[in-house]
């Protein structure tokens, strides 16, 4: 029998439980939540105070450097083009931004960033693995 593939809200919480132990304790980690289902009204007042489609999953902010990893499941998770935007956007100003297929691809791209206690130095070989 065929082992069920994650869904990308397992991935999410796997992802952070990692951060939580492994990354440094002055990290700022946050999620913004742009998912889900909300009436028209709600939307409409959410994106007149600011909020920004295609935000990537996870936004961590460590030592000057921003950085966004967007989350997929290990098969079958696309990137959107609000999200390919946003992440081209968010690289122009300077932030190191991925996609994650499944949380093994997310731990090796945290770790290339220096995030979780890799041996290498923080480099830009994590947004390299991108596939935006
Ligand atoms: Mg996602």
Redesign the pocket.
């Known amino acids: 029998m065929k082992k069920p593939i994650p869904s990308?809200d397992t991935v999410?919480r796997a992802v952070l439980a990692h951060l939580r132990m492994r990354a440094p304790k002055s990290a700022v980690i946050w999620h913004t939540p742009n998912?889900g289902s909300r009436n028209v009204i709600e939307a409409a007042k959410l994106k007149a105070m600011g909020v920004m489609a295609g935000f990537?999953?996870v936004m961590i902010w460590h030592a000057g450097s921003l950085y966004g990893l967007?989350?997929?499941r290990e098969k079958g998770?696309r990137v959107s083009a609000k999200?390919a935007e946003c992440m081209a956007a968010l690289t122009r100003e300077g932030a190191l931004c991925a996609v994650a297929h499944g949380v093994d691809h997310a731990i090796e791209i945290l770790e290339g960033w220096g995030l979780i206690g890799s041996q290498k130095s923080k480099t830009r070989a994590g947004s390299e693995a991108a596939r935006v």
Do not use: A, N, V
């Open positions: 990308e999410h998912g990537p999953d967007e989350l997929k998770g999200q």
